[in-house]
């Protein structure tokens, strides 16, 4: 739901041998009654046009226990009396239902190979079928995880969806690795796991189920189309629902941060520089010594303090707009980044005192009494 639309639709009713698919779009229809998300509805509609069902009122069905789907079981279903229905997760239900044929493992396979979500169905302890939701990845995730990639980010997919479906999906997408099946403990842990290796992490999640690993994350970043429980657990809200908005705050973070790696290489170096320029001029007629490291041979003593101060005052006034705008980012390792930080600002801040003080000394020289 975060790298994808999110809006998963049943697509199919696939029943196993035996089993009609009538049978089965009833009972997932019925397992699917007080299934309100997106996928639980659309099982009832698809049930309905395609097959004719009536859509039933949960409260008018007598001695209904509808179960509700939890993070930990990965399935919700109804109990009718003595009738037990439970839908879900591939694995999950195949359990409740004490194993599978190798039947329903092709059906769930072919499914999730094919970057769709399986969800088995089944009905006192006998496989029925499987429902075939289908969902697509959000236009121009690959590039924007390339991107991701150059700047030196790792992507990692965390999903409670089968591996299968998850391998996938992470196929077209172009994320580095995944994380399948994963519970709210297993996102967790995942990031704890990270974190003890040294890492920076960031995550993104819309679900309740993401809440937890927001929270450890170092930078957590909701889904406006998320819960409450989302959004309260990260550190800022994306408002785009873009999970790679990460790139922009990346982007900005970097920028701020070397625009100010800038600044400080250029304004320590144009110090450096802009007392070596003037001191020797100053203290030479004390210190004959000096005359020789006078490279800039300034007009006098008082030409060089204020050849110093109005160059001083003008290079303040030139920084400003590169202040504001910044330095701009391009994504490149530290190392190159630094270099390149060394040869602009570092050579940049030595170079120009010498340049622009001499230039100002060549003008106020004239000025009677400097």
């Known amino acids: 739901g975060t790298i994808t639309l999110g809006n998963r639709q049943a697509a199919e009713f696939v029943p196993v041998e035996g089993v009609t698919a009538s049978t089965l779009a009833d009972a997932a229809q019925l397992a699917s009654l007080a299934d309100e998300t997106p996928e639980g509805r659309s099982i009832v509609v698809l049930a309905k046009t395609d097959f004719g069902l009536r859509e039933r009122e949960p409260g008018l069905i007598a001695d209904a226990t509808f179960v509700p789907f939890t993070a930990q079981t990965r399935m919700s279903g109804v109990d009718l009396g003595d009738r037990q229905i439970r839908k879900g997760a591939a694995a999950a239900v195949i359990a409740w239902a004490g194993g599978a044929t190798a039947e329903v493992a092709s059906i769930v396979d072919d499914i999730s190979s094919s970057g769709g979500t399986p969800l088995v169905v089944a009905e006192q302890g006998r496989i029925l079928g499987v429902i075939h939701l289908k969902d697509v990845v959000k236009a121009g995730m690959r590039e924007r995880f390339d991107e991701m990639r150059r700047m030196g980010i790792r992507t990692v997919m965390i999903t409670g969806d089968n591996p299968r479906t998850a391998k996938a999906i992470a196929d077209e997408a ?9 519970t709210p403990e ?11 290796g040294g890492r920076l992490v960031a995550m993104t999640g819309d679900g309740t189920n993401d809440a937890p690993a927001l929270a450890q994350a170092d930078v957590g970043v909701a889904m406006n189309t998320g819960t409450s429980a989302a959004k309260e657990a990260g550190n800022m809200v994306d408002l785009d629902s873009d999970p790679t908005k990460l ?5 900005i973070g970097k920028q701020l941060l070397i625009t100010r790696g800038a600044l400080t290489t250029f304004s320590i170096t144009n110090d450096i520089a802009k007392y070596f320029a003037i001191i020797p001029a100053i203290f030479a007629a004390v210190y004959p010594g000096l ?3 006078n490279v800039m041979r300034l007009h006098s003593p008082g030409s060089a303090i204020l ?9 303040i006034v030139a920084l400003i707009p590169l202040a504001l705008k910044g330095v701009r980012y391009t994504p490149s390792s530290a190392s190159s980044l630094l270099r390149r930080n060394l040869l602009v600002y570092g050579l ?3 170079i120009a005192p010498f340049l622009g003080i001499k230039l100002i000394d060549l003008l106020i020289q004239f000025i009677p009494g400097i």
Do not use: H, P
């Open 174 to 182: 172009g994320v580095d690795d995944f994380l399948a099946e994963a």
């Open 186 to 196: 297993d996102k967790l842990a995942y990031i704890r796991k990270e974190q003890e």
């Open 247 to 251: 790139i922009e705050i990346v982007e």
């Open 291 to 293: 005359d020789t490291l």
């Open 307 to 315: 050849s110093a101060v109005i160059f001083n005052a003008l290079v």
């Open 348 to 350: 940049g801040g030595v």
